[in-house]
């Protein structure tokens, strides 16, 4: 019985740690004191240039088509607000073990223990792209900052044009449902 258990809790934990990894992570803040129903009208503003312009149309392109969505205007003169997105690249190193060894298990049906194993143990090390998508809401009036959102999001070499269109979106929609604040809090 102990040994179903812990076979089910280590299979459930091996089948979870990939999908926990591969969740995205959003974040965002704002300014408390502002009242967001006023803002209606918003410029795209280019912010710091990254490291693959496409990939920067790509996120204005998604940020617009989400505002106007959901009934804000874009407009060239005098808008209540900027937006200014950026897009910074980072290199982390991942670490995996595999272990070549046998970890005997003794007991019977009701209990026993794990005996000492034999083997190798091989570390496996890679370098994996993430990249920040970060959105910055500024109040044209005072050009002060009334909102910011980010999302973090491995980015794989293999990845084609639609590829990166379809994760952009998804990326820019995780990050952009949290604004009106109060909307999906």
Same mark, same amino acid.
């Given at each position: 019985?102990?040994?179903?258990?812990?076979?089910?809790?280590?299979?459930?934990?091996?089948?979870?740690?990939?999908?926990?990894?591969?969740?995205?992570?959003?974040? %965002?803040? %704002?300014?408390?004191?502002?009242?967001?129903?006023?803002?209606? !009208?918003?410029?795209?503003?280019?912010?710091? $240039?990254?490291?693959?312009?496409?990939?920067?149309?790509?996120?204005?392109?998604?940020?617009?088509?989400?505002?106007?969505?959901? @009934?804000?205007?874009?407009?060239?003169?005098?808008?209540?607000?900027?937006?200014?997105?950026?897009?910074?690249?980072?290199?982390?190193?991942?670490?995996?073990?595999?272990?070549? @060894? %046998?970890? $005997?298990?003794?007991?019977?049906?009701? @209990?026993?223990?794990?005996?000492?194993?034999?083997?190798?143990?091989?570390?496996?090390?890679?370098?994996?792209?993430?990249? !920040?998508?970060?959105?910055?809401?500024?109040?044209?009036? !005072?050009?002060?900052?009334?909102?910011?959102?980010?999302?973090?999001?491995?980015?794989?070499?293999?990845?084609?044009?639609?590829?990166?269109?379809?994760?952009?979106?998804?990326?820019?929609?995780?990050?952009?449902?949290?604004?009106?604040?109060?909307?999906?809090?």
């Amino acid at each position: 019985m102990k040994h179903s258990i812990r076979t089910a809790i280590t299979a459930a934990i091996l089948f979870l740690i990939p999908a926990l990894a591969a969740a995205q992570k959003v974040t %965002y803040d %704002y300014d408390k004191s502002k009242n967001f129903a006023h803002v209606t !009208t918003f410029t795209v503003k280019e912010g710091e $240039p990254s490291h693959n312009p496409l990939v920067d149309q790509r996120i204005a392109a998604a940020i617009t088509r989400t505002l106007t969505a959901r @009934g804000m205007r874009q407009v060239d003169h005098d808008p209540d607000v900027f937006i200014v997105p950026s897009l910074t690249a980072e290199m982390r190193k991942e670490y995996t073990a595999y272990n070549t @060894g %046998y970890w $005997p298990y003794y007991g019977g049906y009701w @209990g026993g223990y794990w005996g000492g194993g034999w083997g190798s143990t091989t570390v496996q090390e890679r370098e994996l792209q993430y990249d !920040t998508v970060a959105i910055d809401m500024v109040d044209t009036k !005072t050009g002060a900052l009334i909102w910011r959102g980010k999302g973090v999001k491995r980015v794989h070499s293999h990845w084609k044009p639609d590829d990166v269109d379809k994760q952009v979106q998804k990326t820019v929609g995780k990050i952009m449902s949290h604004f009106p604040p109060g909307l999906a809090d």
